[in-house]
C-alpha cells in the first residue's frame, strides 16, 4: 500500500479550475479509468475517481465506480489502519449514498488525516472527523498477466 500512497503524493497540489478551462490532469483521470465525457472538473466528485486511478496505474484491485462508498465493498476490512490504508467516509449524513475516500495518513483524538482527491479542490492532506468514518480498507495487488 505505500507505493499507492507514494503515487498519490505524487499528485499533490493537482488543483481544479472552475468553469471551461478543466485541469487536463483532472480529466485524464476519468478517461484512463474508463469514464468518458467529462468536460467540467468542477462539477463533479472526483475523490473515488483519482483513487481508483492511483489503484489501475499500479495494477491494484479497485471499486471501479465514482460513488466513495463502493471502497466499502473492498474484501479487506482494516480495523488499525496503517498509512495508506482506504479511509471511507459519510457526507450529509451516515444514511446518505454520499461520501468520501482517500488514503489514511494519521490521527489524533478528534479527527482522521486522509490524503484524497477533490479536497478543498484539490489533491491534499486535510483533517476530518472521525466520527464520520465508515470504515478503513485494503486492496490486493492484482497479479500480473
Known sequence: MQDILIEFLKMYGV???YGTQ??????????????????DDSQI?????????????LNYERSGELSARSWLKMP?????PSMGDIVVLWR???????GHVGLYIS?????????????GDSVCILPYPKERVLGYRR????EDK
Open 15 to 17: 488543483r481544479e479550475v
Open 22 to 39: 478543466s485541469n487536463p490532469e483532472i480529466l485524464n483521470i476519468f478517461t484512463e479509468i474508463g469514464i468518458d465525457g467529462v468536460e
Open 45 to 57: 466528485a472526483w475523490c473515488s475517481a483519482a483513487l481508483n486511478f492511483i489503484c489501475k496505474k
Open 76 to 80: 479487506i476490512t482494516v480495523l488499525k
Open 92 to 98: 450529509e449524513s451516515p444514511k446518505s449514498w454520499k
Open 107 to 119: 490521527e489524533d483524538a478528534k479527527n482522521v488525516y486522509i490524503l484524497g482527491g477533490n479536497q
Open 139 to 142: 486492496v490486493h495487488k492484482l
